[in-house]
C-alpha cells in the first residue's frame, strides 16, 4: 500500500541552526501539507501546497519557514533558524485531490528536538 | 473560525466491552467533512473513520462507528469489542468543503485499554 515517508525519523538540531525535514508524498497525490505537534498537545496546521505554490498558511508558518518540492518527488519543510519552541513532531500529508472526501493521509512524523 | 473540542482528555475501556469518545465542534458551514485519527505510541496519524456532512447516515468502519448529530455539533466515535491494539491517542478533525482543505485537530483523547 502506497504511503507518505518522512525523514529523519528524528532530529536534533542547535538552537539557531537551518534544519530541512524531508517528505516523499504518494505518488499521484497533488496536494501536500505540513503540520506539527508540540508534545502533549494538539496537532496544527501548518501549511497546504499546490502546483508548486503554497495555497495556505497558518500563523504560525512565518518567514523562518519555507516549503518546497525541489524534483517533483519530494517535498521539503525548511526552518531557517530554529528556536527551543519549534522542538515539536512535524507531519507531512498528502491528498490526490481537494475536494470531496479524500482524505489526508500522513507520514509518521518526524520529531524534531532542538537544544 | 471553526473549533473543535474533546473535553475527555483520558478514556479507559477493558477489552472485548465498547467504548465511547466525544467531539463537538463549532462552524457555520452546513457542508463539511469529519474524520477520527489514531495516533498510536509510534506517533503516526491513521485514518479511523470520516463522516460527510451531508449524508444523514453514520459512518461504520467494522468495529468502529460515529454518531453524528448534525444539529448539535457532535460527532462521537465508538469503539465496539475494544482491543489492547486500539490503545492510541485518538483525535477528532474537521475539514471545510470550501476554500479552505486543511484540517482542525481536537485536542484528543488517550484511550487506555485493560486485560
Known amino acids: 500500500e502506497p504511503e507518505v515517508t518522512q525523514t529523519p525519523s528524528h532530529q536534533v538540531t542547535q538552537m539557531g541552526q537551518e534544519v530541512i525535514l524531508r517528505c516523499v508524498p504518494i505518488?499521484?497525490?497533488?496536494?501536500f501539507y505540513w503540520y506539527r505537534q508540540i508534545l502533549g498537545q494538539k496537532v496544527e496546521f501548518l501549511v497546504s501546497?499546490?502546483?508548486?505554490?503554497?495555497?495556505?498558511k497558518s500563523e504560525i508558518f512565518d518567514d523562518q519557514f519555507s516549503v518546497e518540492r525541489p524534483d517533483g518527488s519530494n517535498f521539503t519543510l525548511k526552518i531557517r533558524s530554529t528556536k527551543l519552541e519549534d522542538s515539536a513532531m512535524y507531519f507531512c500529508?498528502?491528498?490526490?485531490?481537494?475536494?470531496?472526501?479524500?482524505?489526508?493521509?500522513f507520514g509518521q512524523g518526524t520529531r524534531l528536538t532542538v537544544v | 473560525a471553526q473549533t473543535v473540542t474533546q473535553s475527555q482528555p483520558e478514556m479507559s475501556v477493558q477489552e472485548a466491552e465498547t467504548v465511547t469518545l466525544s467531539c463537538t465542534y463549532d462552524?457555520?458551514?452546513?457542508?463539511?467533512?469529519l474524520f477520527w485519527y489514531k495516533q498510536p505510541p509510534s506517533r503516526q496519524m491513521i485514518l479511523v473513520i470520516r463522516?460527510?456532512?451531508?449524508?444523514?447516515q453514520n459512518a461504520t468502519e467494522n468495529r468502529f462507528s460515529v454518531n453524528f448529530q448534525k444539529a448539535a455539533k457532535s460527532f462521537s466515535l465508538k469503539i465496539s469489542d475494544s482491543q489492547l491494539g486500539d490503545a492510541a491517542m485518538y483525535f477528532c478533525?474537521?475539514?471545510?468543503?470550501?476554500?479552505?482543505?486543511?484540517?482542525?485537530f481536537g485536542t484528543g483523547t488517550r484511550l487506555q485499554v485493560f486485560p
Open positions: 500529508a498528502s491528498r490526490p485531490g481537494r475536494w470531496g472526501h479524500t482524505e489526508a493521509f
Open positions: 505518488s499521484n497525490h497533488l496536494y
Open positions: 501546497f499546490y502546483n508548486n505554490e503554497i495555497s495556505e
Open positions: 462552524t457555520s458551514e452546513s457542508d463539511y467533512y
Open positions: 463522516q460527510e456532512a451531508y449524508k444523514q
Open positions: 478533525a474537521y475539514r471545510s468543503s470550501g476554500d479552505t482543505d486543511k484540517l482542525i
